[in-house]
């Protein structure tokens, strides 16, 4: 439950930094309506209720012309507030150039930008008012600034990897602590070989390490016969070291700890070897 809440306190995270970027422009249809309102607001700050605006023209997804039906003056601090307040209130991108081109030659007589950050908002001679003429307004959105996105993503993908990463590796090392019984069970012993012993019940039976062995060897093939030279050559001989009747030693010792069961028995196989038979 803890490794999931640090995952959910990632993904927060990651909306919080999504949050952050710019939303979605606003669509076309939307963007001329206000536009629009603009050049209407324009014409009726110099007592114009009659002049039309014309239709405005869509340059591109980007980009549009305000184009008026008469001559206006453009005095500049009534534009930047017309125009700050007809996108704040259509939700329009907050990144745009408006440069205000004279009809015949397309000279830009004026031209302000602004940006996100107010403090580095471009406004050029304000205040300056610019004579009664033909005008058309430009507008161009900027758009998105793609590397603060990019930066945003990558933040987001590196927080959410660590915490992925972590919560794996936790898991991963939870799994690993937990123990992996290899206990067999022979009759109503259990066999321990990495402990030595055998259990029955509350009673412990210690093996050496010898006996453990050879009685390992047996459980991998139980009732099954295991030659003399098979035990000999994996207890003694891939040791280093080779021996005479050690084995037959070891086979009784198991015989005698292995008693209390009458259903294990260690079975002499004349001229072979030996058979851990499990009734």
Not at 20 to 49: A, F
Not at 72 to 89: C, G, Q, Y
Not at 188 to 210: D, N, T, W
Request: glycine share 4%.
């Amino acid at each position: 439950m803890k490794k999931l809440n640090l995952y959910l306190i990632a993904l927060n995270l990651a909306l919080f930094f999504l949050s952050c970027s710019e939303p979605y422009q606003t669509n076309p249809d939307e963007i001329r309506v206000s536009l629009r309102s603009v050049g209407h607001q324009l014409l009726m700050s110099q007592q114009d209720s009659t002049s039309l605006v014309l239709p405005i023209e869509t340059i591109d997804e980007n980009n549009y012309r305000i184009k008026f039906e008469n001559e206006l003056s453009i005095e500049p601090d009534s534009l930047v507030n017309t125009v700050k307040r007809a996108f704040d209130k259509s939700s329009l991108a907050s990144n745009y150039i408006i440069e205000v081109e004279k009809c015949s030659t397309e000279e830009v007589a004026y031209s302000y930008q602004i940006v996100e950050s107010l403090e580095t908002d471009i406004i050029p001679c304000k205040g300056r008012t610019l004579p009664k003429s033909c005008y058309e307004l430009l507008v161009k959105f900027q758009k998105k600034d793609t590397g603060k996105n990019l930066l945003i993503w990558i933040i987001t993908i590196v927080i959410l990897s660590v915490f992925l990463y972590c919560f794996l590796r936790r898991k991963k090392i939870d799994q690993s602590e937990i123990p992996i019984s290899n206990e067999v069970t022979l009759g109503s012993f259990i066999f321990y070989p990495e402990q030595h012993k055998l259990v029955k019940q509350a009673k412990e039976i210690s093996l050496s390490k010898k006996e453990c062995e050879i009685l390992e060897m047996f459980t991998e093939k139980p009732n099954e016969v295991i030659s003399r030279d098979e035990l000999t050559k994996r207890i003694w001989e891939d040791n280093g070291v080779i021996v005479g009747r050690s084995l037959d030693t070891y086979i009784s010792k198991l015989r005698k700890k292995l008693k209390d069961d009458p259903n294990i028995k260690l079975i002499n196989v004349h001229g072979i070897g030996y058979k851990l038979e499990i009734g």
